[in-house]
């Protein structure tokens, strides 16, 4: 796996951790839309990046589904 995807999953951990927002999650709506917009983001980049067979190897038995989802995202 590309050490640029490690990288983005463990920034992505380290935003979700923080007690601090961009967007206070107090504010209805937008304050949980932040890390929902960097979780879209990361899994994306992490779809398109990461080798498909490592990616269903990992995935489990609904190997359609992640096929849809790289259909999307290309």
Do not use: N, Q
């Given at each position: 796996?590309?050490w640029?995807?490690?990288?983005?999953?463990?920034?992505?951990?380290l935003?979700?951790?923080?007690?601090?927002?961009?967007?206070?999650?107090?504010?209805?709506?937008?304050?949980?839309?932040?890390?929902v917009?960097?979780?879209?983001?990361?899994?994306?980049y992490?779809?398109?990046?990461?080798?498909?067979?490592?990616?269903?190897?990992?995935?489990?038995?609904?190997?359609?589904?992640?096929?849809?989802?790289?259909?999307?995202?290309?």
């Amino acid at each position: 796996m590309p050490w640029t995807v490690k990288a983005a999953l463990v920034g992505m951990s380290l935003y979700l951790a923080m007690p601090f927002d961009v967007i206070p999650d107090w504010i209805p709506v937008l304050g949980y839309l932040d890390d929902v917009l960097v979780v879209g983001f990361v899994v994306g980049y992490v779809l398109r990046k990461v080798p498909r067979e490592v990616v269903a190897e990992h995935w489990g038995e609904d190997v359609e589904a992640l096929e849809g989802l790289r259909r999307k995202r290309t």
